[in-house]
């Protein structure tokens, strides 16, 4: 079946464009989170949603950072302002239920992003 | 503050060596525990997994982990590795009352053929 789709892949931004990274979950999933994965770490969180809501988004480093869900499925990660310190890979992923206990992620390939 | 510790930053083995990767998280109460691997161009996967029950899970390709509780340990082992082993793996935990997954820094396993 399809898993977690992420798009693009890959994006070079100018430092201070704003950029929109996409994500798509399996079909379904209650639960989509962001992570941020730097060169040479393993992924940090940034912020989850169950459906629609955001219920946390305490990981966001900024107030660059945005992320929504607006009808609980696909889910948006907008960058405001771009820095080089931004330059990562960002993950998704999606779980079936409320992302609580006992669940497992699914995660997609990731966009990764190089702001110059 | 939950964390995870996987001291071994990158290890080479040669095919048909064992392979031990150490795991370590700091959480006092229910955890779940993860490991992930990331073959090279490829997303993370799910290796194995551990909720509850027995502490010896085991996973896909022939790897299992123990969960030992007393050390907070969730290492993870393969008899024999084979070239295709060749990846990046990550330890995770999930406790408490946050949805989110806290990661290892990752093991990077080179198999020689």
């Known amino acids: 079946g399809a898993g977690v789709s992420q798009s693009p892949r890959y994006k070079v931004a100018k430092r201070g464009q704003d950029v929109a990274l996409r994500c798509d979950p399996i079909?379904?999933?209650?639960?989509l989170f962001w992570y941020q994965q730097a060169l040479g770490q393993g992924p940090e969180f940034l912020t989850y949603f169950q459906n629609e809501a955001q219920l946390d988004k305490s990981g966001l480093p900024s107030d660059r950072f945005f992320a929504e869900r607006p009808e609980g499925s696909v889910s948006t990660l907008k960058i405001q302002r771009t820095q080089q310190e931004d330059s990562a890979v960002y993950l998704c992923?999606?779980?079936?239920?409320?992302?609580?206990?006992?669940?497992?992620?699914?995660f997609g390939p990731g966009t990764r992003l190089l702001v110059l | 503050a939950q964390s995870v510790s996987q001291h071994n930053h990158h290890v080479i083995l040669s095919e048909a060596a064992s392979l031990e990767l150490g795991c370590n998280y700091s959480?006092?109460?229910?955890?779940?525990l993860f490991w992930y691997v990331q073959y090279p161009g490829q997303h993370l996967q799910l290796l194995l997994k551990y909720f509850s029950g027995d502490p010896l899970v085991k996973g896909i390709k022939g790897f299992e982990a123990e969960f030992i509780k007393s050390k907070f340990s969730f290492n993870l082992r393969k008899p024999s590795v084979q070239w295709s082993d060749t990846a990046e793996y990550f330890c995770a935990v999930h406790g408490g009352s946050q949805g989110n997954l806290i990661f290892g820094k990752g093991t990077k396993l080179s198999v020689k053929p």
């Open positions: 959480y006092g109460g229910t955890v779940n």
């Open positions: 079909s379904g999933h209650v639960s």
């Open positions: 992923a999606s779980s079936r239920g409320t992302g609580r206990r006992q669940e497992t992620q699914y």
